[in-house]
Structure formats: C-alpha cells, structure tokens
C-alpha cells in the first residue's frame, strides 16, 4: 500500500554531483522520519543521512560536510544533495521511511556509481 519511489542515481565521475529523489505514496499523512541507507557489494546497509519531521538532521561523518538532505516541497519527500562524489561512494542507495507509530519502508534503491 505504501510504495517509495527513488531516482536520481547514475554514473558521475570523481567530484561530481548526483541529487536523489524519494516520493513516498500511499496512505500517509505525516512520517516520523525520512532516510538514506547505501550498501556496496559485500558490505553492510549503512545509514547515509536522516531528517525527521521536525526538522533534525542526521549525516554520517563519512559524508558529512559533502552531503545534506532536505524535504521537497511535496508531502512525504526527500532529496539527497551529494556533492565532491568520490569512488568510495559507488554503492546501491536506499530510501527509508518511517511512520508513526512504528511501520518501516523501504524503495527498491537506486545506483550511484563514481569513477576515478
């Protein structure tokens, strides 16, 4: 019923710049909060960046200073904003939505792929 739908992934090389977009539909009005996960082949899912409804943000430090997200104009948006992209970032990126009180989401992801 609930369905995430990501774009934006493609092939950059190393300092270049990719926006990612998710769309959650279904029955939703609020959501407790919105997120990035990636994972690369062979390595754990690992929290990207994070926005809450009220705003907070999280980034993870490995991205952190070259990454942000935000909330698009529509309801239960999100983009994420990559920037300075390095080889290290090459993985499967995710979507993540969760609603109150407790239900998870997930999208069926989007590749990003950076070049040397």
């Known amino acids: 019923q609930v369905q995430l739908e990501e774009s934006g992934g493609g092939l950059v090389q190393a300092g270049g710049s990719l926006r990612l977009s998710c769309a959650a539909s279904?029955?939703?009005?609020?959501?407790?909060?919105m997120a990035w996960y990636r994972q690369a082949p062979g390595k754990q899912r690992e929290l990207v960046a994070k926005?809450?409804?009220?705003?907070?943000?999280d980034i993870a430090d490995s991205v952190k200073g070259r990454f942000t997200i935000s909330k698009g104009n529509a309801k239960n948006t999100v983009f994420l904003q990559m920037n300075n992209l390095q080889p290290e970032d090459t993985a499967r990126y995710y979507c993540?939505?969760?609603?109150?009180?407790?239900?998870?989401?997930w999208g069926s992801g989007t590749q990003v792929t950076v070049s040397s």
């Open positions: 993540n939505l969760r609603v109150w009180p407790a239900a998870i989401y």
């Open positions: 279904g029955n939703i009005f609020t959501f407790d909060a």
């Open positions: 926005i809450t409804g009220h705003g907070d943000i």
